[in-house]
């Protein structure tokens, strides 16, 4: 259980530590789904220091738990906006995995 906790934690550190300096950096796919300047901003942010709390839950696992809960939060908001854009399922299925996969890191965590 635990090597699982480890691998899980480590794919979602990689992967939101990548989307959240996307979409601070302003890439075009990210333009598209938050129309404003300000949300893609704080949105990446909030990316980045759940992924930050991550990264350090290897040394204080207290941390793990409110980074999952961070990105768990962030991915229920994400399939809003998702749905109010209104974009396909097909697109809604990186952010409903994802958002799974945290809410499982979640689980293992508590």
Do not use: D, N
């Not at 992967?15 to 979409?23: A, N, P």
């Not at 404003?36 to 942010?45: C, D, L, M, S």
């Not at 854009?85 to 994802?98: A, D, H, K, S, Y």
């Amino acid at each position: 259980m635990e090597v699982a906790r480890v691998v899980l934690q480590l794919l979602l550190v990689i992967v939101f530590s990548m989307t959240g300096i996307r979409k601070i950096a302003g890439v075009e796919m990210y333009q598209r789904a938050l129309s404003k300047h300000e949300h893609r901003i704080t949105v990446g942010f909030i990316e980045m220091v759940a992924a930050i709390c991550l990264l350090l839950g290897f040394y204080y696992e207290t941390l793990v738990m409110y980074g999952a809960l961070i990105l768990v939060v962030l991915a229920i908001g994400r399939v809003r906006t998702h749905l109010r854009v209104t974009q396909t399922f097909r697109e809604l299925l990186p952010t409903i995995f994802f958002g799974f996969l945290a809410l499982l890191l979640l689980f293992l965590v508590v």
